[in-house]
């Protein structure tokens, strides 16, 4: 069996220097909190919704990533992002509601644990935890500079 390795050549790094660069441990995360939600970003320089919110790994990436709570039958606001935004369901059950305008829900889907969905840029878009629990999930963002994007309250 043929092993492929990698042909980009990657510098030797440490157990410590991954430690305090690239390694993000939850005792370390900052809570951005805008209640109802609790957000938490792992990478990137901005969360969007937190201007002033830093991601624990600042090094560029291609994309941020954030992840957030919510409880039971809360939702967020519909918001419009000027990029790519792909939510990906880590427990709980959750739908997810999109229109072309604001508040004209176009449609809307059901995500559980493990599933993903992306939201293309210029979309009005919501979600909601519809489990009988506290529910994560991941927000995984393109690359993008700091505008302020579209939010308002449903």
């Known amino acids: 069996m043929e092993v492929l390795l990698p042909t980009k ?19 370390q995360l900052k809570l951005e909190n805008k209640q109802p939600m609790k957000s938490y970003t792992y990478i990137g320089d901005t969360t969007g919704q937190f201007p002033t919110a830093e991601g624990f790994i600042r090094d560029p990436h291609d994309f941020q990533l954030s992840k957030h709570c919510l409880a039971p039958n809360e939702r967020t606001d519909l918001q419009k992002r000027n990029y790519v935004t792909a939510l990906f369901a880590i427990t709980g059950k959750w739908r997810i509601f999109w229109g072309s305008q604001f508040n004209e829900i176009d449609g809307e889907i059901e995500l559980e644990k493990w ?15 519809i489990d009988q629990k506290e529910g994560w999930l991941f927000d995984i963002k393109e690359n993008h500079e700091y505008i302020p994007n579209e939010t308002k309250q449903v």
């Open 9 to 27: 050549r990657y510098p030797k790094r440490s157990a410590e220097e991954m430690e305090n660069n690239w390694i993000v441990r939850q005792k």
């Open 115 to 129: 599933d993903l969905i992306s939201i293309p840029e210029g979309v009005w878009y919501g979600y909601e935890n």
